[in-house]
């Protein structure tokens, strides 16, 4: 299951020309080590968390191959994949906050009903957190090599934030999540479409980060690799 969920965001990332390809290659990495984390009985119900994992990227995997409408926040993200002025963790963060604050409520939601169990879920999707944060050091070396102040904010406590910013994401997912939950279909589709633009909303002041940090925007992009391809590279590693 999670072979063939890999292989096709490999797939997605290596097929594309500019930055749409970044996140996807990040994401395969992610997969990647949930997967081992699988095999190794690292989480409570391994099985499910395989489910889990294949699921969650088939929320970001059937929008981008025009399967089902692209939400907004998607679509905020793939219209400045081509914005050659964004530094490469901005298109990172883009894809970042339409899959954990958008996909990952409703994929809980989703499998919470198959299963008549939005509790039992919390225990494994808790310890991806702990996959993420294991991960993130190996992520972030493979970004220096494309984006050469990466290294010299990760050593100023950059990652610290980075990973605590992402817990703080996931933790606001699984309230979400629980809302979501608790509410009829038709409320539930309102909701969503609130969700939406709240993420779109987040997209937008990713693209414009306020001062001093807009200041430094271009001074680092000096700093990155300016091919797409060879950037989408290095963020799959082991995987290219």
Excluded at 67 to 78: F, H, N, T
Aim: proline share 5%; hydrophobic share 45%; charged share 25%.
């Amino acid at each position: 299951m999670l072979d063939e969920t890999i292989e096709e965001l490999r797939t997605v990332a290596l097929d594309s020309d500019d930055a749409s390809g970044y996140f996807p290659a990040m994401y395969a990495r992610v997969t990647d080590r949930i997967r081992t984390e699988v095999s190794t009985d690292h989480f409570a119900d391994p099985d499910a968390m395989a489910t889990f994992a294949s699921a969650f990227a088939a929320w970001y995997l059937r929008p981008r191959a025009g399967l089902v409408p692209v939400p907004g926040c998607w679509s905020a993200a793939q219209d400045v994949a081509g914005d050659g002025r964004l530094l490469i963790v901005q298109h990172l963060l883009l894809g970042i906050n339409a899959h954990v604050n958008h996909d990952l409520p409703q994929v809980v939601v989703e499998l919470a009903q198959d299963r008549d169990d939005l509790d039992g879920l919390r225990p494994d999707f808790d310890a991806i957190n702990d996959v993420l944060a294991d991960m993130l050091p190996e992520v972030l070396r493979d970004l220096g090599r494309v984006s050469r102040w990466v290294n010299l904010a990760a050593a100023k406590g950059g990652d610290r934030v980075f990973n605590f910013s992402l817990e703080v994401a996931r933790a606001q997912a699984w309230r979400s999540a629980e809302r979501l939950n608790r509410i009829d279909p038709a409320s539930r589709a309102t909701d969503v479409a609130e969700l939406d633009r709240l993420v779109s909303v987040l997209a937008y002041l990713t693209t414009k980060p306020v001062r001093p940090f807009s200041w430094l925007v271009p001074l680092a992009r000096r700093l990155e690799q300016d091919d797409p391809k060879r950037v989408t590279a290095s963020l799959l590693g082991h995987l290219a």
